[in-house]
T-cell receptor, first 112, second 116 residues
Framework: DQQVKQNSPSLSVQEGRISILNCDYT??????FLWYKKYPAEGPTFLIS?????DKNEDGRFTVFLNKSAKHLSLHIVPSQPGDSAVYFC???????????FGTGTRLKVLA | EAQVTQNPRYLITVTGKKLTVTCSQN?????MSWYRQDPGLGLRQIYY???????DKGDVPEGYKVSRKEKRNFPLILESPSPNQTSLYFC???????????????FGPGTRLTVT
């Protein structure tokens, strides 16, 4: 049972436009969500996170939105750049736990 | 340079031959964890450790062992590897979560393991 789902395996976006990556979760006990970016032959690197007490968190070109009632979060990248081309994973964790559940990833391709 | 290192980076082995993948971090992190990445399945947590001598199972612990005798090291042990353990493995570390504050994980570069 996949508790964290990224239903879009891939996404192509034109340079300069907005990239929107989506993630759905089923466990209402999750209270902390993260996005990681992964380039080929490298480990994932942390991008941005959000606590369940917030509905939005921004860091430069990256914004994460959390909709708790829909159990949905999204990552917005504006403007998208070719260097953003990578696989993006969302992850979730519950209060008081050290377990992390990752989604299956979305491969973003930003076209120049 | 702050980093998580894994060795070896690539390993081909045969079924049943015990192996250890080492993981070391130089950031004085309390928390360390192992993941495997498989096509279509994303990253799945194998084991994690909240501190020295404290470990717990993740989602897919079967066939793996870990130990945490020192803060900086967290080796992953496959006592009797099988072909279904062929995967890309990542070690990660972070500061320990404090009340009201959570920390992101730093990942190593990965170890690609093939079991024939």
């Amino acid at each position: 049972d996949q508790q964290v789902k990224q239903n879009s395996p891939s996404l192509s976006v034109q340079e300069g436009r907005i990239s929107i990556l989506n993630c759905d979760y089923t466990n209402s006990m999750f209270d902390y969500f993260l996005w990681y970016k992964k380039y080929p032959a490298e480990g994932p690197t942390f991008l941005i996170s959000i606590s369940s007490i917030k509905d939005k968190n921004e860091d430069g070109r990256f914004t994460v939105f959390l909709n708790k009632s829909a159990k949905h979060l999204s990552l917005h990248i504006v403007p998208s750049q070719p260097g953003d081309s990578a696989v993006y994973f969302c992850a979730a964790s519950g209060a008081g736990t050290y377990k992390y559940i990752f989604g299956t990833g979305t491969r973003l391709k930003v076209l120049a | 340079e702050a980093q998580v290192t894994q060795n070896p980076r690539y390993l081909i082995t045969v079924t049943g031959k015990k192996l250890t993948v080492t993981c070391s971090q130089n950031m004085n992190h309390e928390y360390m964890s192992w993941y495997r990445q498989d096509p279509g399945l994303g990253l799945r947590q194998i084991y994690y450790s909240m501190n020295v001598e404290v470990t717990d199972k993740g989602d897919v612990p079967e066939g793996y062992k870990v130990s945490r005798k020192e803060k900086r090291n967290f080796p992953l042990i496959l006592e009797s590897p099988s072909p279904n353990q062929t995967s890309l493995y990542f070690c990660a570390s972070s500061l320990r979560n404090l009340a009201g504050h959570r920390y992101e994980q730093y990942f190593g570069p990965g170890t690609r393991l093939t079991v024939t």
